[in-house]
């Protein structure tokens, strides 16, 4: 109740303005972000939310409403209603809508991805018709904010969020047709005249707790760009020093590395490679297990490795190293 779907219309880098004629907008998507896009499924940790995407809103293609006139509260499910084209068969369209405030700063506040090959349902892949116009709906990430008066919202839209989601196998040119039944669909939140009170909850029931002596926790997160040869590292490290259960002094330490890379213009270049290690121990006795997943891609194939080696002391007590070979499938 109280939720209001209000349309803005997409026109030719304007977001919400009058009926305009259609327009036809050709873009070639930078293959990786220039900010940091932040964790996908975060947990609220420190690197885990998004930069300032004022240097993306201006590599991909963007629609910027004028300032608003008076606070915006948004709850619910937002949607991108579009017309596109695609000079290849299989393709993607990303979605991100941010705030801007006074100062340029752009802050996202949802984002959404469809394979255009899904266009008429995930059961089936169909490519697409190169040159061919598709209506699609891109459904983006619940939200619930209140955007203040005098920011403005920014709809971007592109053919590649890597490292969010894995890229087309060849460079998209998507041609986006602005005006006509192109819009943003937001769902506005009817302002309350009275102050709300809050909802109380009883604190939750659980259980007793070990008594602990807890390690540091580290975490690093590193965007970084080669200039002369184009290639993006994104490299998200955590560290947890030993920690140790008073009971019985068993300890406990993890360490976790995931890295992507791609080389812009060239998507084949993808690469995730994820790294863990586990520690077990109380006393002389120490265990440890080093695992070590890879995933790349051809043009027909994605690639993935994976490694386990389990260790007693210093000797490697099992080992399974696999490697296998997935068809893409409108992908």
Not at 103 to 109: M, P
Not at 213 to 229: E, P, Q
Not at 256 to 272: F, K, T
Request: glycine share 8%.
């Amino acid at each position: 109740p109280g939720i209001e779907a209000r349309r803005l219309a997409l026109g030719a880098g304007t977001l919400g303005g009058p009926p305009s004629q259609a327009v036809e907008l050709t873009h070639v998507s930078p293959q990786a972000m220039h900010a940091d896009p932040g964790a996908w499924m975060g947990r609220g940790e420190p690197g885990d939310f998004p930069s300032d995407q004022r240097a993306d809103d201006g590599a991909w293609l963007s629609f910027t409403s004028e300032p608003l006139a008076e606070r915006l509260e948004l709850l619910g499910v937002p949607s991108l209603a579009v017309t596109v084209a695609s000079d290849k068969p299989a393709a993607l369209i990303a979605v991100r809508v941010c705030d801007v405030a006074p100062g340029g700063v752009s802050t996202l506040v949802t984002r959404g991805v469809l394979n255009l090959t899904h266009r008429d349902g995930h059961e089936v892949p169909v490519p697409l018709v190169p040159g061919e116009r598709y209506a699609v709906e891109v459904a983006l990430s619940s939200v619930g904010i209140a955007i203040p008066a005098g920011h403005r919202l920014r709809v971007s839209v592109a053919s590649a969020f890597w490292p969010a989601v894995w890229p087309s196998p060849e460079p998209v040119a998507l041609t986006v047709v602005a005006g006509g039944e192109s819009a943003l669909t937001l769902p506005v939140r009817t302002p309350r005249d009275e102050p709300e009170v809050p909802a109380h909850f009883a604190q939750p029931e659980e259980g007793p707790l070990p008594a602990v002596a807890r390690g540091d926790v580290s975490h690093a997160r590193t965007l970084s760009r080669d200039v002369l040869t184009g290639r993006v590292d994104l490299v998200q490290e955590s560290a947890t020093a030993p920690t140790r259960l008073l009971a019985d002094g068993l300890e406990f330490s993890s360490r976790d590395r995931d890295a992507w890379s791609i080389v812009e213009g060239d998507p084949l270049s993808a690469e995730v490679r994820c790294e863990r290690t586990l520690t077990l121990a109380r006393g002389t006795w120490r265990t440890r297990v080093e695992a070590v997943a890879t995933m790349t891609s051809t043009a027909d194939a994605f690639l993935l490795t994976n490694a386990l080696d389990a260790y007693e002391g210093d000797e490697r007590v099992a080992s399974h190293h696999s490697s296998v070979s997935i068809p893409r499938d409108g992908v």
